[in-house]
């Protein structure tokens, strides 16, 4: 058994990073601050390492129902030992937690706040990794982990943050709790209560409040409902397959959340890279599973 590239890409569902990226563009843009400050690549690259690091302890973690459920998945294939992927994936986290500490010393915002909320944001994933099965809260401690993402940029780029931020964060959980609800159902083939995926309204409900005249914000508002929409097909119609391709459907949809909160704040290019990012995480789906 070794590792090698094919088993580190599926191990850490890298396919889904970008949809990391635009949660720090997102978090940045609201506060206030400045997204392209070169100090944000840093945060850009830990929080990446925090996302792989707990992708890397999910599969650990999950080993033994993924015998049963996904045999093929790298640990029970054989491909890789479950020790070397826990090193690996706290590792990965306490790196995460270096390279946002060195980031948050170079931009000079919130210094201390910013290293807290990483190492918070670390807990947080080691909690949801290690308990996520038969926990009803198990959603809410993911939306956690994408909140906190967005905080540690916002507070990063700026002293005082927009209470936008705030605003922005909380829609992004309303979106997470609705898309983990689902996730947590797709080895069922089937989504049993439907009423927690109204949560993925919430950041369509706050683009039609926010949009009024402008036009940015109405764009995205409309694409993120059709995206959206069209997820929410798929698991009302429950063929087979239906519900792991409206799982990562809603994933990449994270980007467009992000392009959404981003519009409300008029930064065009930031959100144009917000849709770019939904773009490659639909492009690396098609070649490294996003779930």
């Not at 999950?62 to 054989?78: C, G, L, N, T």
């Not at 944001?121 to 967005?150: E, F, Q, T």
């Not at 002293?159 to 080895?187: H, N, R, W």
């Not at 997820?231 to 519900?243: F, S, T």
Request: net charge neutral; aromatic share 10%.
């Amino acid at each position: 058994m070794s590792w090698n590239a094919k088993t580190a890409l599926q191990l850490g569902r890298v396919s889904n990073l970008p949809t990391v990226w635009s949660n720090v563009l997102a978090g940045a843009a609201l506060s206030g601050g400045n997204p392209l400050n070169a100090n944000l690549l840093i945060f850009l690259f830990s929080l990446s390492l925090a996302y792989i690091g707990g992708m890397f302890l999910n599969d650990a973690f999950d080993r033994e129902i993924d015998a049963e459920e996904r045999p093929e998945r790298p640990i029970p294939s054989k491909q890789v030992k479950a020790a070397e992927v826990f090193a690996a994936g706290f590792t990965l986290l306490a790196a995460a937690v270096m390279f946002s500490s060195i980031a948050a010393l170079s931009w000079g915002h919130n210094v201390f706040l910013v290293i807290l909320l990483t190492i918070a944001l670390c807990g947080a994933i080691v909690l949801y990794d290690m308990w996520h099965k038969n926990n009803p809260l198990s959603p809410v401690i993911m939306g956690l982990c994408r909140v906190l993402v967005i905080l540690i940029a916002g507070f990063a780029a700026n002293d005082s943050p927009s209470s936008v931020l705030y605003v922005g964060a909380f829609v992004m959980l309303c979106y997470l709790i609705g898309l983990t609800y689902t996730a947590k159902q797709e080895s069922l083939g089937e989504v049993k209560n439907l009423w927690p995926l109204a949560l993925l309204a919430a950041p369509i409900v706050y683009g039609l409040f926010r949009s009024a005249s402008d036009y940015q914000v109405i764009i995205a508002t409309l694409v993120l409902s059709l995206w959206t929409g069209l997820a929410l097909y798929l698991v009302r119609r429950r063929n087979p397959g239906d519900i792991p391709k409206a799982v990562v459907s809603m994933i990449a949809g994270i980007s467009l959340v992000d392009a959404l909160l981003i519009s409300t704040v008029s930064s065009l290019p930031i959100a144009t890279l917000a849709v770019a990012s939904f773009g490659l995480t639909l492009f690396l789906q098609r070649y490294i599973s996003g779930t």
